[in-house]
């Protein structure tokens, strides 16, 4: 079976200091590889989508950055953090057809 | 572009009792998805149930169930006897082909079920 882990589930990092947020999924390949943030009020917004290693789609200009160094892997970075970036960041994947997505179980980043 | 409404931001409900969320879309497409997700205060995201535009016939998943109207561009779940267990964050979403299958998400409406 498929499985999604995302790491670390809270974060508490200064101001101007860089970031990494990791997730791997189990179980197939060549997923569709997603990075949300949720804020209140505000929904699910799609920060960067990944069809495939090394293609990353960006939603949202920003302060983030994200990389696919392996199939199943999808980073989402920082060099220097804002207090904006403060949120709760979801990974999901799906097999990129017609199909529902599966998310992890999201990191609480707070930007101090 | 395509866009999904969820116009109540919170809603409640007694035990037992049924509520209805609704959610609206903007598509110029005829073939695409639309699902409900689930989001507990744990904040894991979990499927609830899903519709493709092709079905006349509204899905249901035990207790819960929708209300597609596509000329209306409407996709409501309605949850029977609500449970405590209900109480969550409810996301509508939308894929389709022509943005590669890529999940658009409602702002999402609060639910509390009371005792």
């Known amino acids: 079976s498929q499985t999604i882990h995302q790491w670390p589930a809270t974060l508490v990092q200064p101001v101007g200091s860089p970031l990494s947020l990791e997730c791997t999924v189990e179980g197939t390949s060549n997923p569709n590889l997603y990075w949300y943030r949720q804020a209140a009020g505000r929904g699910l917004q799609l920060l960067f989508y990944s069809v495939g290693i090394g293609q990353i789609s960006s939603e949202v200009p920003q302060n983030l950055s994200a990389s696919r160094p392996q199939d199943r892997q999808f980073i989402l970075s920082s060099k220097k953090l804002l207090l904006s970036d403060s949120g709760f960041y979801l990974c999901?994947?799906?097999?990129?057809?017609?199909?529902?997505?599966?998310f992890g179980q999201g990191t609480r980043l707070t930007v101090v | 572009a395509q866009t999904v409404t969820q116009s109540q931001p919170e809603m409640s409900v007694q035990e037992a009792e049924t509520v209805t969320l609704s959610c609206t879309y903007d598509?110029?497409?005829?073939?695409?998805?639309l699902f409900w997700y689930k989001q507990p205060p744990s904040r894991q995201m979990i499927l609830v149930i899903r519709?493709?535009?092709?079905?006349?016939q509204n899905a249901t998943e035990n207790r819960f169930s929708v209300n597609f109207q596509k000329a209306a561009k409407s996709f409501s779940l309605k949850i029977s006897d609500s449970q405590l267990g209900d109480t969550a964050m409810y996301f509508c979403a939308f894929m389709s082909g022509t943005r590669s299958y890529i999940p658009t998400f409602g702002r999402g409406t609060s639910l509390i079920v009371h005792p």
């Open positions: 519709q493709e535009a092709y079905k006349q």
């Open positions: 598509t110029s497409e005829n073939n695409y998805y």
């Open positions: 999901a994947w799906d097999t990129g057809a017609e199909t529902e997505a599966f």
